[in-house]
């Protein structure tokens, strides 16, 4: 029995200066059926929306931070920061190994993340589509991904183009 099956990990999913309420809505829907631990945004607040007919947010524990910087601060212990975002540097989700513990951030639907995030996040990952993807369907996609692959143990060392 490999560590991974012993310590199935966690992650939380959520979204910096998100633009439209209804997207929150069908990736908090998606999250919970997903398996996410927690959801969040940075910036602009989620409200309740009829897209969210699981009412994801009463289920899950559902956090809102004003800027980055408190988002960053209240990282868990030990979860590595997984931005999506389309940067040469980001490795292919096909290729993508998902940390046992993780923060995937999502960036506004119309600006994608910020400089400050992408320069933060531990990991960057992205899809090759000719054109960019909803916000919501970025997020699920990333999350059955996970499902499917599973994930493994972060080791200390290794670049970030490894995982």
Request: glycine share 8%; aromatic share 12%; hydrophobic share 40%.
């Amino acid at each position: 029995m490999t560590m991974n099956n012993l310590e199935p990990g966690y992650f939380g999913i959520g979204i910096l200066n998100g633009k439209t309420p209804e997207n929150l809505g069908v990736l908090w829907r998606s999250a919970q059926n997903l398996g996410a631990s927690f959801i969040f945004t940075i910036g602009n607040r989620y409200a309740k929306q009829a897209s969210d007919t699981h009412n994801a947010v009463a289920a899950l524990p559902y956090f809102h931070y004003k800027t980055f910087d408190e988002f960053y601060a209240h990282l868990p212990k030990g979860a590595m920061l997984v931005g999506i975002e389309l940067v040469d540097e980001a490795v292919l989700l096909e290729d993508f190994v998902h940390p046992r513990n993780c923060v995937y951030l999502l960036g506004a639907e119309d600006h994608g993340l910020s400089n400050e995030a992408i320069n933060r996040s531990h990991h960057l990952l992205k899809f090759e589509t000719p054109r960019s993807l909803n916000v919501s369907v970025a997020g699920s996609i990333v999350m059955y991904d996970r499902s499917v692959k599973g994930s493994q143990p972060y080791i200390a060392g290794r670049p970030k183009s490894a995982f």
